[in-house]
């Protein structure tokens, strides 16, 4: 079964496919309202020296606090500029 944990959740296979697409396009994930209401995140994946991915960081706000736009425009950069940091001491 595929639960939902909030009415925003991504389920279905398609749509996940599609977001994957939309992730590796922009560079970024978002969860908007997807884990827990009232909560979106931003991630980036961090890689070695090879290109491999290692792992990832993220960042969290609740949706009172920061629009998505301000999230994208504000703290991605911050996020870019600590994964190029974690990723020079791989």
Do not use: C, H
């Not at 908007?32 to 290692?54: F, H, K």
């Not at 993220?58 to 500029?81: A, F």
């Amino acid at each position: 079964a595929r639960n939902k944990l909030t009415p925003y959740t991504r389920v279905e296979v398609a749509d996940l496919i599609a977001y994957f697409g939309e992730v590796r396009q922009q560079g970024y994930a978002v969860s908007d309202e997807e884990l827990e209401l009232g909560v979106r995140s931003l991630a980036v994946s961090v890689r070695d020296s090879t290109g491999q991915t290692v792992g990832a960081i993220s960042i969290v706000s609740s949706i009172s606090r920061r629009s998505l736009t301000d999230m994208v425009d504000n703290l991605l950069p911050e996020l870019g500029r600590a994964r190029w940091l974690i990723a020079s001491l791989l």
